[in-house]
Structures are given as structure tokens and as C-alpha cells.
């Protein structure tokens, strides 16, 4: 396999260049083919890939994103911890309004269920008074239709007594003539 060397697309070590137009820079893919040497390295263009290199561009690289976060500490992350402290906070004194306003409520349903069955206790208390009190006019208005019935009809009782006693005194006196007649046509 030693001298075995081909030309191969690999997918993996496609290479991104940067290519000149009339537009500026532009990012275009190229294809590259890699020599494969099975016995070195894979090697692109006299290029063999390494591990990190600790030089001066690893520094660099340190340098820049520190520079980066530093950046974006002052331009996004402290902005967006101050908006959400601001959300948290209009959302806890929402939260403390709505518990307010929902013991108040609860106060002012309170008051109106204590209203109200106090009011249910006026309203049948004073309509007992006020059957009792019809009850006694009732039984006052029976006993003087009562009594004033017993006067008519203890007058009527004198008066068809009167007419009784009238009518047989009237009625002794005309006996002994209608017995007369009564006999005189029995007899007769």
C-alpha cells in the first residue's frame, strides 16, 4: 500500500477560498481533491492539518474573546439583564396588585354576605311582626263580626220570638173559632 497514491474528492476536506471579483470578496466552495498517501499525513496543497499550535496566534485568539465577551457583556447581556429585572419587577408589583385587589374583593364580598344575611334576618323578622300584627287584626276584625253577628241574631231571636209569642196569643184568641168551624163541618 506503500505506493499506493489517488486522487480523491473528500467531502470532509472541502476548502472554502476566497475568490476576487468585480463584487469584492466572495465565499465560494471550491472543490479540492486530496492526495492520499497512506503512508503520510493527508496533505492538501504541501499542507498537513496538526494539532494546536501554541504560538503567538493562539494569544491572539485569547485575546479576541475576551475583547468579544467584553463587548457583548456591555452591548447585549447587560441590556437584556436589565430589561428582564425591569419585566420581573412590573411583573411583582402586578402580582402584589392582583393579590390586593383580590382581598379586596374578597373583604368586599365579606361585607356584602354579612349585609345581605343581616337583611334576610330584618326582612323575616319584620314579616313575622307583620303576620302577627295582621293576625291580631284578623282575630280582632273575627271576634267584632262575631260579637255584631251574635247581636243580629240574638235581635232576630227576640224578634221571632216576639212574632212567635204574637202569633199564638193571636192564635189562642182564634182557637176556640176555628175549632167552632172545624166541628161545624166535620158535623155537618
Known sequence: ??????RIPSPL?????LVWDKKGFDRQPK?????????QKFTTSGWAPTMIDLDITLVVQLINFVLILIILN???????????????????????????FSASAQDKLK?????????????????????DAATDEEKSIIDAAYKEAQKTLGAAREDIKKQVD???????????SYAKEATAKILG
Open 1 to 6: 500500500m506503500a505506493g499506493l497514491k489517488k
Open 13 to 17: 476536506l472541502r476548502l472554502y477560498t
Open 31 to 39: 472543490k479540492s481533491y486530496c492526495r492520499v498517501d497512506f503512508d
Open 74 to 100: 456591555f452591548m447585549l447581556i447587560k441590556p437584556i439583564r436589565k430589561i428582564i429585572a425591569q419585566r420581573s419587577e412590573t411583573i411583582g408589583k402586578m402580582v402584589t396588585e392582583a393579590e390586593q
Open 111 to 131: 361585607n356584602y354576605e354579612e349585609a345581605l344575611a343581616e337583611a334576610r334576618k330584618a326582612g323575616t323578622d319584620q314579616r313575622i311582626a307583620v303576620k
Open 166 to 176: 204574637a202569633a199564638m196569643t193571636d192564635l189562642k184568641g182564634k182557637i176556640d
